[in-house]
């Protein structure tokens, strides 16, 4: 796995090679959940978890209604098995109002405390060490490398820079529409708790047309639910030198095991030539902070 | 006007300073047409017009229809007074069913031989020199440097490396719908003829946040619609330095002299304390390539 990954990005940046590629199309996409830390339970799940604690006075109906109901009795413990839309939605009525000023410190401040429930440290050490090492060669390398996540934008580019050294306007994801207001003299945003646009499936090609340009020519997406099989296809395109890589979570001791129930992405692997690679025989340690 | 642009990008670098703003929050947002280079015809409309009339044998209906009736018939002469919204609506017509691909492709052989009406030279040699030099000063001091045009973001993105040293990525600006779809076993995102959304005024600082997720300290616009004073307003906020600058166009020897009806940007300016720029008496030179 190491030597075709290390091979694949000689072979694009050898001046003169076949596959030579210049710096402005070396482009990389990376999913973020599941592909760059865990996804069990979800970080931003977490963070929305807290504030509806804190706001569930206010909203009787969320006893009632789903997922509300479900996230506030039951926790991480659902956290662990929502969907990516259904977690989404929690962070979007758990902090609609908040201007996005305020929201980017409320994520700063969750994140520089929150522990995960089982590894039992900060989040911020929780990125797969393989991962972070890959990024770091890459960036050495001429490319440029942006993240692509189901989950909410705002969150994740909060903490991008310093968990992998990806700048915040590198984040493609999932976002709720806001409204411009003058507050006390002065533009605010604030936002509003309509989901804007999930970041899954079929839209991450369309996002990253939207926000990057090219197509890349490296996208990295992991099993789960097969979100990320578009996103790959969409990097392999004829006579362009292209990567894709899936990882596999079967590391119930390290980390998680769970595969999909249909096998689409491991299925979409097979028929694509895709990188397949496996936490539990080809990662020596998961964590960064090992 | 030199002056008060140097000394704002010396105390936002200075360690230690008062005024000091660290790398990440250093983020430079640019308005395109007008600002950076002549927005009289609009470059896309031109590039939009070619294509129309290759395709207006298909289309009767534009023979009556606006836009497309009066840009067909009037061509630059038109695009000299459209409004931004009528011009990319120009764009999309002319370009739905087209992939990004082949549309990126159509961009570069455009600009590789289109000359400007009036001053009779690529389009590629009329960025202003004085912004030019700007851009590079504050890439030479850690900025992120964004455009945010009202123009179509494929096409813009596809130039902006070569003639402002941005990369596609950090172009902001106006696109049509997508549909991704499988053609020949691999998958291609095809333009459709709908208006995604048209970044300008108010929707400005939106598409900033959306793609940047950072306020700007340095926003740069032009007088014209009175389109870029969100843009800059929201530029500014309390206890951040911060500098807006909005460039006349009164110089009508070197390039255009038109103003705002109402006036709206001027005034924004001095109620808000704003960088008035005189492309007549500030500039020693327009373009680049004196």
């Known amino acids: 796995v ?7 990005v000689t072979e694009v940046t050898t001046p003169g090679g076949s596959g030579y590629v210049t710096p402005s199309e070396r482009v990389a996409v990376f999913d ?14 977490m963070f929305a978890l807290r504030r509806l604690h804190s706001l569930a006075g ?24 929502a969907t990516d839309e259904e977690v989404f939605q929690l962070v979007a009525a ?7 000023d305020a929201f980017r410190q409320d994520v700063r401040e969750f994140f520089a405390t929150a522990r995960h429930p089982r590894f039992d440290r ?7 060490g393989p991962m972070r090492e890959l990024i770091s060669h890459l960036k050495a390398n001429g490319f440029r490398v942006f993240i692509s996540t189901t989950g909410s934008t705002d969150l994740v580019r909060v903490l991008a820079e310093d968990l992998y050294g990806i700048p915040a306007d590198d984040v493609l994801g999932s ?22 646009g999930l970041n899954d499936g079929a839209l991450k090609p369309l996002a990253i047309d939207l926000h990057v340009g090219r197509r890349p020519i490296l996208a990295v997406g992991n099993v789960n639910s097969g979100g990320d099989v578009h996103m790959l296809r969409y990097s392999q395109q004829p006579g362009v030198p292209s ?5 596999r979570h079967d590391d119930f001791e390290r980390e998680y095991a769970y595969e999909e129930p249909d096998g689409a992405s491991v299925k979409a692997a097979n028929a694509n030539g895709w990188l397949l690679v496996s936490m539990r025989y080809d990662w ?7």
Chains 1, 2 share one sequence.
């Open 94 to 100: 758990a902090y609609a109002g908040r201007t996005q």
């Open 175 to 196: 976002s709720v529409v806001s409204t411009l207001r003058e507050e006390d003299g002065r533009l605010v945003l604030r936002r509003l708790a309509t989901v804007h």
């Open 243 to 247: 990567l894709q890589v899936l990882i």
């Open 284 to 290: 020596l340690r998961i964590f960064g902070a090992e």
């Open 122 to 128: 900060p989040y911020t050490q929780l990125v797969y």
């Open 2 to 8: 190491r030597k075709r990954l290390l091979d694949f």
């Open 58 to 81: 206010n909203h009787p109906e969320w006893r009632t209604r789903m997922p509300y109901a479900a996230a506030l009795e039951l926790g991480s413990k659902y956290l662990q098995e």
């Open 32 to 45: 973020d959940d599941g592909t760059l830390w865990p996804e069990k339970p979800r970080a931003q799940g």
